[in-house]
């Protein structure tokens, strides 16, 4: 069984960049179909997607963060990664990794990532 | 347009048939997706497609579209099935997705 598990700091000061790992178990990244994305949801707010990776390189990111994020796989650990850079209160969240196709389908369990000095 | 418009709240009587609605000029070209989330857990995808349902997922739920509007059916709500519930599309601009601002599901 498919599973995602983010991993990263938990804490992040202001203007400094969020970086968090998604490793896959139970399935390969290199699965042509899928696509592999990052997602997030603020406090007490609704989900909001940041960006998706092929395991080929291919990207797709929210127009609105664009500028700030970059979406990575390292195929050989079976691994995807998020960065987002110049961080504000803002960026608290709780990020999950997902597996997108017709839908996103399988969802890491989110790891809260609070912009604090 | 890249968003997509959902009722804030909605209630149901327990045992009784409920639709949450989901709007958004991106329903016109791709399939809409619908999860549901309950306090401190990750999303579901409950529907997704032109309304499959996953494995695990009660027939009770059920989905529909039509024009820039999709909808998500539950026919004999439960307890269970309070929630939060969004809903989700890919948009124009290749494999790009876009969600709902969800809809707070009260079962009475």
């Known amino acids: 069984q498919l599973q995602l598990q983010e991993s990263g700091p938990g804490l992040v000061k202001p203007s400094e960049t969020l970086s968090l790992t998604c490793s896959v178990s139970?399935?390969?990244?290199?699965?042509?179909?899928?696509?592999w994305g990052w997602i997030r949801q603020p406090p007490g707010k609704g989900l909001e997607w940041i960006g998706s990776?092929?395991?080929?390189?291919?990207?797709y990111y929210n127009p609105s963060l664009n500028s700030r994020v970059t979406i990575s796989v390292d195929t050989s650990m079976n691994q995807f990664s998020l960065n987002l850079t110049s961080v504000t209160a803002a960026d608290t969240a709780i990020y999950y990794c997902?597996?997108?196709?017709?839908?996103?389908?399988?969802w890491g369990k989110g790891t809260m990532v609070t912009v604090s000095s | 347009s890249s968003e997509l418009t959902q009722d804030p709240a909605v209630s149901v009587a327990l045992g009784q048939t409920v639709r949450i609605t989901c709007q958004g000029d991106?329903?016109?070209?791709?399939?809409p997706s619908w999860y549901q989330q309950r306090p401190g857990q990750a999303p579901v995808v409950v529907i997704y497609?032109?309304?499959h349902r996953p494995s695990g997922i009660p027939d009770r739920f059920s989905g529909s579209s039509s024009g820039n509007t999709t909808s998500l059916t539950i026919t004999g709500a439960q307890t269970e099935d309070e929630a939060d519930y969004y809903c989700s599309s890919r948009v124009s601009s290749g494999y790009s997705w876009v969600f709902g601002g969800g809809t707070k599901l009260t079962v009475l």
């Open positions: 997902a597996r997108l196709l017709l839908a996103i389908d399988v």
């Open positions: 139970g399935g390969s990244i290199r699965s042509s179909i899928y696509y």
């Open positions: 990776i092929h395991h080929s390189g291919n990207t």
């Open positions: 497609g032109k309304n």
């Open positions: 991106s329903l016109r070209s791709y399939y």
